[in-house]
């Protein structure tokens, strides 16, 4: 079973341009994360999908962050224009829908975003 | 406003004895609480985790240990192999409709042969 792939690993960009990070989640999992750690920081929660619906975008920092999930499948976050502090990895997880006494996660490689 | 925190940025051990890293909470509504280790350039990966009904669960080396009064859970690894180096994060999580996890910074820990 191929686990949560995201692409790019590595993206560096200039403050003002656009980057879109994409993550394509296990297959047959429902429910989609992105979190994001800046320098060493906590790892923090952006939005949650389920399937295609936006469930909790509580902790997308601004609007310059938009999340799609057309079809259910795989996600795009794209940031526009970009701001230096939004350098950081972004990492996608995975988990299906809702079992009992599970809430385990799974996580992909990340894509680590440099704007300069 | 951080509700879960690892005050240890570190720690260091000798293979074969025992790790023990800390994580406090302070949100009480959490229901489920997770570790993960992770190794650079790599995502989190699922470890272990602890209902907040329990004060104990074991698998293998690892063992989580909850203190509910005292907001307190930590990760026990023994014995230690230095395939354990990386960095744990402790993690909480209310449940409900959305199951985000809320993390601490992370805690590394290099196990040294």
């Known amino acids: 079973e191929a686990g949560v792939t995201q692409f790019p690993s590595h993206s560096v960009i200039e403050k003002g341009q656009t980057v879109t990070l994409r993550c394509d989640p296990i297959s047959g999992h429902d429910n989609l994360y992105w979190y994001r750690r800046v320098m060493g920081k906590e790892i923090k929660f952006l939005l949650h999908f389920v399937k295609e619906s936006k469930q909790d975008e509580s902790g997308m920092p601004n609007n310059r962050f938009l999340a799609e999930r057309t079809g259910g499948t795989y996600s795009t976050l794209k940031v526009q224009p970009a701001e230096l502090e939004d350098s950081g990895v972004y990492f996608c997880?995975?988990?299906?829908?809702?079992?009992?006494?599970?809430?385990?996660?799974?996580f992909g490689p990340g894509t680590r975003l440099t704007v300069t | 406003d951080q509700q879960v925190k690892q005050n240890s940025p570190s720690l260091s051990v000798q293979e074969g004895r025992i790790s023990i890293l800390n994580c406090d909470y302070t949100n009480s509504m959490f229901d489920y609480f997770l570790w993960y280790k992770k190794y650079p350039a790599e995502g989190p990966t699922f470890l272990i985790s602890i209902s907040s009904i329990k004060d104990k669960n074991e698998d293998g080396r690892f063992t989580v240990f909850l203190n509910k009064s005292a907001k307190h859970l930590s990760l026990h690894i023994v014995p230690s192999q230095p395939g354990d180096s990386a960095v744990y994060f402790c993690a909480g999580t209310y449940g409900g409709a959305t199951n985000k996890l809320i993390f601490g910074t992370g805690t590394l820990l290099a196990v040294q042969p």
């Open positions: 997880a995975s988990s299906q829908a809702q079992r009992q006494n599970s809430y385990e996660q799974y």
